[in-house]
């Protein structure tokens, strides 16, 4: 029996670099320092400079990464937030977490945000678009910027799954006003637990960021507003240093993968992720879509392979958000991805061998 092929496997990220990670886990478990410390200072400067950004601030997850975006824009009850329908329903609940409304739009083919429904959704109520770089490819985000600019909105960038992914030369996160991370282990750079940052080129709201991740206390035990406990620790910090230096090599290996799937697999029956120019992809999700979609995730499970649906219902339908009150139709570009989308395994570490596997399953499949 053949080792069943999972969608991801985060033992192999580990093994990768293990000794590295051993030994830095020792190192702060030896210091005696585990919270906003210098593992921690360290990683916002090195994450800064790789995102191309001024300022980055660590903080407890991704989506508290969203929330304090909103947070410290001013953005709340009252205010609309432009965002795509087919995002994880964090992306989401970072809007509705400070009482503002989420409007949403519809994607394109490429799984982004279509840029075209942008202007239809503004009205005097609109504060901000969020932009989520989807699966790891960039949104074109030329006509973005102008509509912020001509409508004076603020622009905040998703970029949990998109670490290293450039549009036009220019990294994701850099475009907006902020750009919000996840480290969560199943993403690009990965912690070994929960992790998040937020990253922009204003000194103002990285230092508003880092007063509301600590009680909204800049000096200890003098707090200037109602803050959060939001923080990175210094061992996910530490253990995040050592794979961001590993991150070029890390995305190229996702990338020849992605590559090897998108010239390999061919069938009629499978349409496969399409890539826009200018926005290079660093391959979090390899997502294809299937008419068939249950025929495929049960031909699939009975050859060993793996697979995952990113998302099966769209934040718009959810129970949580039922208090919105949209009906099914109301999306029908949102659900219909919602319905034929399936994440085929990629991580880092995956074999040839493994690979060469999912790409005769899906090539098999009639
Ligand atoms: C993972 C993810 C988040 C939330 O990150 P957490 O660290 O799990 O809170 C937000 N948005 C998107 C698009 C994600 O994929």
């Keep these: 029996m053949m080792e069943k092929i999972m969608t991801n496997r985060l033992d192999r990220g580990f093994y990768q670099y293990q000794q590295e990670f051993e030994d830095k886990a020792i190192e702060v478990l030896r210091s005696g320092w585990y919270v906003l410390g210098k593992e921690v200072a360290a990683f916002e400067e090195e994450f800064a400079a790789y995102t191309g950004a001024k300022y980055s601030i660590g903080v407890g997850n991704g989506l508290d990464a969203l929330y304090l975006a909103f947070r410290v824009l001013g953005i709340g009850a009252g205010d609309e937030v432009i965002v795509q329908g087919n995002t994880y329903i964090a992306s989401v609940m970072g809007i509705t977490m400070n009482g503002a409304t989420p409007v949403f739009a519809e994607p394109d083919d490429y799984y982004s945000i279509d840029v075209s429904e942008i202007e239809k959704k503004i009205t005097d109520k609109t504060k901000a678009i969020l932009v989520v770089h989807l699966y790891g490819q960039a949104t074109p985000m030329d006509e973005i910027c102008a509509l912020c600019k001509k409508y004076n909105l603020r622009l905040v960038e998703d970029c949990a799954q998109s670490h290293g992914a450039f549009y036009n030369g220019k990294m994701t996160g850099t475009f907006g006003d902020i750009g919000c991370f996840s480290f969560y282990p199943s993403k690009n750079l990965?912690?070994?637990?929960?992790?998040?940052?937020?990253?922009?080129?204003?000194?103002?709201?990285?230092?508003?960021?880092?007063?509301?991740?600590?009680?909204?206390?800049?000096?200890?035990?003098?707090?200037?507003?109602?803050?959060?406990?939001?923080?990175?620790?210094?061992?996910?910090?530490?253990?995040?240093?050592?794979r961001l230096a590993h991150m070029e090599e890390l995305t190229?290996?996702?990338?020849?993968?992605?590559?090897?799937?998108?010239?390999?697999?061919?069938?009629?029956?499978?349409?496969?992720?399409?890539?826009?120019?200018?926005?290079?992809?660093?391959?979090?999700?390899?997502?294809?879509?299937?008419?068939?979609?249950?025929?495929?995730?049960?031909?699939?499970?009975?050859?060993?392979?793996?697979?995952?649906?990113?998302?099966?219902?769209?934040?718009?339908?959810?129970?949580?958000?039922?208090?919105?009150?949209?009906?099914?139709?109301?999306?029908?570009?949102?659900e219909r991805l919602a319905k034929e989308v399936l994440s085929i395994p990629m991580y880092t570490g995956m074999t040839e061998e493994e690979q060469s596997r999912v790409i005769g399953a899906l090539n098999d499949f009639c």
């Design 190 to 242: 990965g912690a070994f637990g929960d992790g998040g940052a937020i990253v922009t080129d204003d000194e103002s709201l990285a230092k508003d960021v880092k007063v509301y991740r600590n009680y909204g206390s800049e000096k200890r035990y003098y707090n200037k507003v109602v803050g959060v406990n939001s923080r990175l620790d210094e061992l996910q910090a530490g253990l995040l240093r050592v």
């Design 252 to 334: 190229k290996e996702r990338q020849q993968i992605g590559a090897r799937y998108l010239q390999e697999i061919q069938n009629p029956a499978i349409r496969l992720p399409l890539l826009r120019e200018g926005c290079n992809h660093v391959w979090h999700q390899f997502v294809i879509r299937c008419e068939r979609r249950e025929a495929l995730i049960a031909n699939l499970e009975e050859k060993g392979i793996g697979t995952i649906i990113h998302y099966p219902i769209p934040p718009h339908l959810s129970e949580a958000y039922g208090y919105l009150g949209f009906q099914e139709g109301d999306f029908p570009r949102t």
